[in-house]
């Protein structure tokens, strides 16, 4: 299994979608700053907000394609975690929207 990718973010939106194989895509959670795990196979569909840490590594079949979807100009811009990307305007607005009185909320969906 390859070395997990460093958590990162980017101040676009990340969109993915699984063309062939299989791996894990873990995102940190707001507020306890948690992994969620998210194993993913072809034809899945990942959109990732800009400002959220994240990091990809592929499964035990060590195979897996994808193809990046972009809004705009496609940027490809790795910001990893830090002091200075912690104070990142783009991180600051995805944190914002975790501020009001109900909290985050997780919805998970049964296949």
């Not at 992994?35 to 907000?49: A, F, M, Q, S």
């Not at 990307?85 to 109900?102: C, E, H, M, V």
């Amino acid at each position: 299994m390859l070395k997990l990718q460093g958590r990162h973010m980017h101040e676009d939106e990340e969109i993915r979608y699984v063309l062939a194989g299989s791996a894990f895509f873990d995102i940190r959670e707001h507020p306890t700053d948690s992994w969620i795990r998210l194993h993913v196979d072809t034809g899945n569909l990942l959109v990732v907000p800009a400002g959220i840490y994240h990091r990809f590594t592929l499964d035990t079949n060590e195979h897996v394609k994808v193809m990046r979807l972009f809004k705009d100009e496609p940027k490809w811009e790795a910001h990893y975690r830090g002091a200075q990307t912690d104070s990142n305007p783009r991180r600051l607005g995805y944190l914002s929207r975790f501020q009001s009185d109900a909290g985050p909320v997780l919805v998970a969906a049964a296949a």
